[in-house]
């Protein structure tokens, strides 16, 4: 059966790996595994697969952190995997932009079900997958490892700095509101506390830019909010 659907089982546990790999090659499916967080994002953005069955509680990097870096470059289908069957788990996972959510333990004939509803729904085809690395001008972001160097130097961002920077690299050209980056950052209870922005800001232009007080990668429009300006932009 050529072209078979290729699918990433992404799990800590060797004998879950084995028993989902084992269901779904039986039903002709092709069948990559990944022991960790790590792994799967390495894979994710190598092996291009058709769908991703994703362990929530993994060491080093979970599930849910797993998910949001996918989400930064990909939006190859995922079916969430855990233990726990708890409705906040559950939420999250959909709300970070997983497409189902399936608790252990399950039934082969679960998963294989939830598997084909979700591809069939799916319109993931190999162009809906961008490049893991973003470049601006002497700035490149690997988006699988959230890691930035701006030339060949690595540049160390906070958590919260490295979410902004986000922001603006998946909106180059246009301008955002502050409004609108303190909600996505912080929480819509913080849209009107400009201060915190500005702090973040400034500390984020100060590991950025050559001069943080002319930049190019963060540029303030006055009374409108804050620009990635495209990198031919005069």
């Known amino acids: ?8 089982v992404v ?22 595994t990944a022991a960790n967080g790590e792994e799967c994002l390495e894979m994710v953005s190598n ?19 797993t998910l949001d870096r996918i989400r930064q ?17 559950r939420v999250r996972g959909l709300n970070a932009g997983a497409d189902d959510y399936v608790a252990k333990p399950f039934s082969a004939t679960e998963l294989i079900a939830r598997v084909r509803a ?28 959230a890691e930035i160097w701006r030339d060949d130097t690595p540049i160390f961002l906070s958590a ?15 301008v955002m509101p502050s409004e609108e980056l303190l909600s996505a950052i912080w929480g819509p209870q913080y849209r009107d506390d400009k201060e915190i922005l500005w702090v973040s800001i400034a ?7 050559k001069d943080p007080h002319t930049p190019c990668h963060i540029v303030t429009r006055s009374g409108l909010g804050y620009l990635m300006p495209p990198v031919d932009s005069k």
């Open 73 to 89: 470059f990909s939006e190859v289908p995922v079916i969430m995997l855990t233990g726990r069957n708890d409705e906040q788990d």
């Open 118 to 145: 979700v591809m069939r729904r799916s319109i993931f085809n190999d162009q809906t997958i961008s490049t893991r690395y973003f470049t601006h001008g002497d700035l490149k972001i690997d988006l699988a490892r």
């Open 160 to 174: 919260t700095e490295y979410k902004l920077l986000i922001q603006f690299a998946h909106n180059v050209g246009k």
């Open 11 to 32: 799990d800590d546990e060797q004998l879950y790996r084995h028993l989902v790999k084992v269901n779904l090659e039986s039903e002709g499916y092709e069948v990559l």
């Open 203 to 209: 500390r984020l232009r100060q590991k950025l830019e």
């Open 1 to 8: 059966m050529p072209n078979n659907p290729k699918i990433l």
């Open 47 to 65: 092996k291009h697969p058709d769908l991703v069955i994703l362990d929530i509680n993994m060491p080093k990097l979970d599930g849910f952190s």
